[in-house]
């Protein structure tokens, strides 16, 4: 944002029942005014009862609970975020009859990023469509099942986050997002799911894409595979079948959060081209193939439950997987939970200069320590300072 001439970013919050709909339907409208530094202080004057600070340093507001219209009803509406600077707006709050939103007057705002996941909206603003600088929209956990015409005024629309939210199937002038690259969508609520992935084929930059809702009903159409762009696959949900997947060989980022995985089959090495599996939050997890150790390529592995300790119904042997990893010579990158019983013999992957291990262990002998003779990052719950007592080489985190 160009700092001598738009100094701050005002939002005036009208909170109204619209008892002709539902008494439980509550409308916000957020207002956008350009505010110079002489000037901040009169345009907030007139909001004196419900301003309750304002931050010059920190960019933002926070509206004052108010008992008679807003009840419960303090929050603060932060003007920044790390990734776009302070064009960008993220609403925080929890009120639970805010169901519908409006922006006004956003043409000439220069946001591009906008998020409002903290909110259960019960339909797509059509306002969003006002803003022609957006970059990122995070519209996760909705409950709206459409989303209308409109999308073709995003000229510069990157990242679109949908998941959890029940959409039906996506507009026409969805592919005409050109500058798109990372979508993620609820793919169980998807009608049509062919025609899914041949929309999401004319999209000419979506590198990125996550399907929320998985289950191991789930396969992807053929269609899938006309995705020639595509190099990163998330997968949320329960299980999978991965067998359309092991068709794509351009792949290079897999990461699953599924609840009820078990293992990929031996076809998982068709994926010559991964440099990154990510395995997030499995309770069934069993040995995962031998073929795993083809993947040369495979720079970062995780392995975590990464929900606490993990439950009784898991199957995955320490040894057996510990000797797949350390058949992976570009191996850079190791995170495992506490699914696994003593820290893995880093040493025996040259290459590797990050460790995470969220389980309990022994120190390892000093002459294995000793074999590292490159740095090497170690992130341990505790005694990671006598590793690196013996090599200085280990840097604890």
């Known amino acids: 944002m160009n700092s001598t001439k738009i100094q701050f970013i005002i939002f005036i919050i009208c909170l109204n029942i619209n008892s002709l709909i539902c008494q439980e339907n509550s409308n916000l409208q957020i207002e956008y005014i350009e505010c110079k530094n002489n000037n901040i202080l009169e345009v907030i004057q007139k909001y004196k009862d ?108 990157k990242t679109l986050r949908l998941g959890h939210t029940p959409i039906k199937k996506l507009p026409h002038d969805f592919s005409e997002l050109n500058n798109l690259e990372t979508l993620s969508i609820n793919y169980k609520t998807i009608e049509n799911k062919d025609l899914l992935f041949k929309t999401l084929s004319n999209l000419p930059k979506l590198k990125n894409l996550e399907l929320w809702s998985v289950s191991f009903e789930t396969k992807l159409p053929k269609s899938f595979l006309k995705l020639k762009k595509l190099k990163k696959l998330r997968l949320v949900g329960s299980d ?73 119904k898991y199957k995955i042997d320490t040894q057996h997987t510990y000797l797949i990893i350390s058949s992976l010579p570009r191996l850079k990158k190791l995170y495992l939970g506490d699914y696994f019983k003593y820290i893995y013999p880093f040493w025996l992957n040259k290459r590797l200069d990050y460790l995470y291990y969220d389980g309990h262990f022994k120190t390892p002998k000093e002459e294995n320590l000793k074999l590292i003779k490159e740095k090497i990052t170690i992130e341990l719950r505790s005694k990671c300072e006598k590793l690196s007592e013996i090599n200085n080489k280990i840097i604890c985190k």
Not at 76 to 94: A, G, T, V
Not at 283 to 290: G, R, S, T
């Open 50 to 157: 419900e301003v309750k600070t304002i931050s010059k340093s920190n960019g933002y507001i926070e509206i004052r609970e108010k008992e008679k219209d807003i009840s419960h009803f303090r929050e603060r509406y932060n003007l920044n975020h790390p990734n776009y600077n302070s064009d960008s707006i993220e609403l925080n709050y929890n009120y639970p009859k805010a169901n519908k939103i409006k922006f006004v007057n956003f043409e000439s705002s220069r946001i591009s990023y906008l998020n409002l996941t903290s909110i259960r909206l019960i339909e797509f603003p059509k306002s969003i469509f006002n803003f022609k600088k957006i970059k990122s929209l995070e519209m996760t956990n909705h409950n709206f099942k459409i989303l209308p015409e409109g999308f073709n005024n995003l000229k510069k629309l």
């Open 240 to 312: 999978f079948d991965f067998s359309t997947i092991y068709e794509y060989h351009n792949l290079k980022e897999l990461d699953l959060t599924l609840s009820t995985f078990k293992s990929f089959d031996s076809s998982i090495q068709n994926l010559k081209k991964l440099n990154k599996i990510s395995i997030l939050g499995s309770f069934y997890i069993q040995n995962l193939p031998e073929e795993l150790s083809e993947l040369k390529k495979l720079k970062h592995l995780e392995i975590d439950f990464g929900l606490g300790s993990v439950g009784y």
